[in-house]
């Protein structure tokens, strides 16, 4: 079997289609940020197509900044799920960012919610593949998220500081980097 690789695209690339495509069958319309957003020009976003040959895997899209990782996307090609390459993926992103802490939001386990049994395999997926609850939850259009990281340490303190570097890159300081997150979150983020 060929090892994975992974591609970093653009609009102008030639498997922009294909992620694409995967993007909108993997993510609900309310969960997608609208690809061309991803790709202004302040945006130090990383957003990647990963292959096996010339066999298109997955996508990933990742902000990261100088200690974390954030993990924003990630989605598998439906017919290769169950078969390790999430997985593969995830091992190919903490070797590419070594030494960054990956951290992610997922939603809360809720026993109520309609969707349970798909937060449980997510949980399950993630846990299995080295990442941690953390605790720290947040909640972004009314729907709460838990922190999980490959750093059981990692805080709320520790994600503001991501927000604001993000911020940062995009031009944004001080009362305009307050609410930017704000925008977002609904909040300031802080402990």
Not at 5 to 19: I, L, N
Not at 140 to 155: F, H, I, K
């Amino acid at each position: 079997m060929e090892e994975m690789v992974s591609v970093r695209v653009t609009p102008d690339s030639c498997y922009w289609g294909r992620v694409q495509e995967l993007y909108e069958k993997a993510f609900p319309a309310e969960e997608r940020v609208p690809l061309e957003v991803l790709y202004k020009p302040w945006t130090h976003g990383d957003f990647r197509a990963f292959l096996r040959g010339d066999i298109f895997c997955g996508l990933a899209f990742l902000l990261p900044d100088d200690k974390t990782c954030y993990l924003f996307y990630l989605a598998v090609e439906e017919e290769m799920r169950g078969l390790g390459v999430g997985s593969e993926i995830l091992r190919h992103l903490k070797n590419m960012y070594e030494g960054k802490k990956i951290v992610l939001e997922m939603e809360v386990l809720d026993p109520d919610a309609e969707n349970y049994g798909q937060r449980l395999l997510r949980d399950k997926f993630y846990q299995k593949n080295g990442l941690c609850h953390t605790g720290v939850i947040i909640e972004q259009c009314g729907v709460p998220y838990e922190l999980m990281s490959t750093d059981a340490r990692y805080t709320l303190s520790d994600y503001r500081e991501l927000w604001l570097n993000v911020s940062a890159d995009q031009g944004k300081t001080g009362r305009d980097a307050e609410e930017f997150i704000h925008e977002i979150f609904g909040t300031d983020l802080r402990e």
